[in-house]
């Protein structure tokens, strides 16, 4: 499973030809969440508070390149790195 991003211990990840909705998993330490891209909601999985506040925060600003990403794994092709929260 590809890492898009990274950032204050949490890793994002997509699966190639994972069911839809389009999400992605956000894994930190033995937390993970999967975190839908449009509507932004968190399907499943438990983390810290700060953890998912600042996953949110990430996908809100990335939600564009997040489903950029999705279609990309759909298609089979790389996937793109995108930028951490700062």
């Given amino acids: ?8 211990g949490i890793l994002i990840r997509m699966f190639y030809n994972d069911h839809v909705p389009p999400h992605f998993h956000a894994v930190y330490g033995e937390y993970e969440l999967i975190v839908t891209i449009s509507p932004i909601t968190i ?6 508070n700060r953890v998912r506040s600042m996953v949110l925060e990430w996908t809100a600003l990335h939600q564009q ?22």
């Fill in 1 to 8: 499973m590809p890492v898009v991003s990274q950032f204050y």
């Fill in 65 to 86: 390149e997040l489903s950029d990403n999705w279609n990309r794994c759909r298609q089979g092709e790389p996937l793109l790195r995108i930028e951490p929260l700062e």
């Fill in 43 to 48: 399907l499943q999985g438990k983390a810290p």
